[in-house]
């Protein structure tokens, strides 16, 4: 996620300059040219102040990887860890650390991302400012009220990309299963889903509307929403019930 974040505000006209990357594997992997990596917070230069420090690590490492940022006590520091609170991220950095966290989401590589965020006490309004500048410069961004309502954006808009290409692969499948050649099934569905998602966009008109004016009464697409849209183990149903398991992960990782 931190790469794909990086790798928009790249594409948006970021300077490499400005940003800095530490990365275990670095020695192993070619980074963006021109932004400066190093293998751990150790090696960064003694006069390094940075004004934002990204945490783009896996929840279950940041007890080991964030305490050597806690220097950088001028920064904000916005992570985007699932399920790791505030005041969990405080213990590492310290009680008077400015923190945002930020749930986004891989479209940000292609700037369609989907980011909500929540500010911790004690951040200013121009830490706040520079983070949503960031996550706005990929996506769309939205801040919510308390860590509750992020435990719910990360499971619709967090884990959300991964229910779509899981779409995909399954309505290529089932496209597959009918006679359809592979890799035709696949050109098809992957295009239907890409182009209903650009409809979407750049339309006005609410999702329901948009599936009511593909619904003819009777047609072959009311016949296979009549299965999508069951009460019991439907589309509703079974959504409900991910993203509710999605949720309670974020809370599991929380501690």
Known sequence: MGGALLAGWLEQGISPADMVVVDPSYESSAGPAGVRSFVSAEDL???FSPDV???????QVMNDVVPAYARFDKAVFLSIAAGRTIASLRALLGDKAAIVRAMPNTPAAVRRGATGLLAGTGTT???K???DKLVA???EAVWVGDETQLDAVTAVSGSGPAYVFLMVEALAAAGEAMGLPADVAQTLARATIAGSGELLRQSPLPAATLRENVTSPNGTTYAALQVLMAEKDGLHDLMRRATEAAARRARELAG
Request: hydrophobic share 45%; charged share 10%.
């Open 45 to 47: 230069p003694g006069d």
């Open 137 to 139: 410069a990929v996506g």
């Open 53 to 59: 420090v990204l945490l783009a690590v896996k929840p």
């Open 129 to 131: 400012a520079v983070c």
């Open 125 to 127: 309004p121009q830490q």
